[in-house]
């Protein structure tokens, strides 16, 4: 069978197939806007990096216990392009998966899918509850406290910030202006 590439309404619907909690989407819909934020700053593919972020955690909700091995069946047996699939189920490396992410675009996936949930807390507290008006001083400010969104796995940002070759200030600045660009359907 000859891969597919997907569009991103597959992806959402797919996502949405699986997927009902609002958290969930709303986190999918996050990873989706820094991914193509940062996709198009680097003159990537801003369509699939998007569309990978967008089904990055496909499986959770269902198939907590199989999350990441799940994304590979269900993608595979839709005819997905392996480079989608491998970026998806590699974000769970060390996690869920011993499966690495070898690409730059499974590397950003890596590094910014806990770094979301970070910057969504930090903005949950601001006066604003926006990221609109956020800068990353402000997260790093809230990194540093680890009783703040004690379930963001710290270690898993910095080991993709190592990935990427990147500064944490960076990526983190990067990571608000692609979800400001989403901050309607996430609700910040």
Known sequence: MQEHIPTHDEALAILKEFN???SLLKHAYSVEGVMRHIARKRGEDEQKWAIVGLIHDLDYERYPSEHCRKTREILS????QEEYIQAAVSHGWGICTDEEPTT????TLYAVDELTGLITAAALVRPSRSVADMEAKSVIKKWKDKSFAAGVDRSIIEKGVGLLGVELRDLVTDAIMGMREVKDKIGL
């Open 77 to 80: 047996e839709r005819g997905w």
């Open 104 to 107: 730059d675009m499974a590397r």
């Open 20 to 22: 009902k909690s609002d």
